[in-house]
């Protein structure tokens, strides 16, 4: 008898508990929860893209709608290349606000270079072909060759105008300890003695956040800032996307470096991504895998910017692309 009520109480337990699970399983979790298993995907597969890779990855992917973000060997310092760029730029627009508030001593964009051939260096093709004390640009225009086309010549001459210092200052007031402009572009004696341009693919996408969400510049110049970086040419990221996708990029390349830094404008939910990497065996092959990478970043992200929390796919609103 003892052992029937012990064996109908154990019984009770379990026909409990079962009852309880699934009732929790019919609650419907928060939105985030149920797109869980495609997030999931996503982190395999990306996973696996860099397992494959003869090479040092360093990624993070930021959704600039919730702020999950999916790292690996995200807080490795790497190479930044033409990357660090982007910081530059937004110095020089940061600046630029401030000397229209009345500052002393800040770069403006419509201040004006004339070329002096004592500028060049390696990889400036554009400012080689300007003519000497003729040609007069504005640091816009000296913006517009760096992002572009990647002029180094051009690079150099706004790192001067906007001071190596200022740029980290305005980075570490970001809270950006790990991004550092060391030395000038294409200063190979500089960078043999350890004086590298570094970043972590983290500290990037959050420097990417901060434009993305207007927090540094006012709505104006971010637009224009946004705009500018989005004419990069020869990119990574957005080398496999569907045409017409606007994505806010620059990449950079060393030997044995590939990077690519940018805000990809999925429709409905846009995010920020970093790919870096370092010891490329294959440069091609790092090339394909910053693409391959963005690929399947963009498939979540545009999905999940079509689709409700539990999966259904709506038609874009009209007026909408």
Do not use: C
Request: hydrophobic share 40%; no cysteine.
């Amino acid at each position: 008898m003892f052992a029937k009520r012990v064996l109908t109480k154990v019984s009770l337990a379990v026909a409990l508990t079962l009852a309880t699970a699934s009732l929790a399983e019919q609650q419907p979790g928060p939105p985030e929860s149920r797109s869980e298993l495609l997030w999931q995907k996503l982190d395999s597969r990306v996973g696996e893209i860099i397992s494959q890779f003869d090479g040092v990855t360093g990624l993070a992917i930021l959704d600039l709608t919730d702020s999950r973000v999916l790292l690996r060997n995200a807080d490795r310092l790497l190479p930044t290349a033409s990357s660090i760029k982007v910081a530059i730029l937004l110095e020089l627009y940061r600046q630029d606000e401030q000397a229209h508030t009345g500052a002393q001593g800040k770069a403006k964009l419509d201040d004006i270079y004339t070329f002096d051939p004592k500028d060049l260096v390696e990889d400036s093709q554009i400012m080689a072909g300007l003519t000497a004390g003729v040609t007069r640009l504005t640091n816009r225009d000296l913006a517009q060759f760096m992002v572009a086309v990647s002029d180094n010549a051009a690079t150099n001459i706004l790192i001067d105008r906007v001071g190596r210092e200022n740029v980290n200052a305005m980075l570490r007031n970001l809270g950006l300890s790990k991004i550092v402009l060391r030395r000038k572009m294409m200063d190979v004696a500089a960078a043999q003695r350890g004086e590298e341009n570094v970043a972590t693919a983290q500290e990037m996408v959050r420097l990417l956040e901060a434009i993305a969400k207007g927090t540094v510049l006012k709505k104006e110049s971010n637009s224009e800032l946004i705009k500018q970086l989005s004419t990069s040419k020869d990119s990574y990221i957005p080398r496999y996307l569907p045409e017409g996708v606007q994505v806010a990029n620059k990449p950079g390349s060393l030997p044995g470096v590939r990077t690519d830094s940018g805000i990809v404008f999925a429709h409905g939910r846009p995010f920020a991504i970093s790919v870096m990497t370092a010891w490329d065996r294959d440069e091609r092959a790092a090339e394909r895998e910053i693409s391959e990478i963005a690929l399947e970043a963009y498939r979540y992200f545009e999905m999940r910017g079509k689709s409700s929390e539990y999966g259904r796919i709506f038609p874009p609103s009209k007026g909408t692309n």
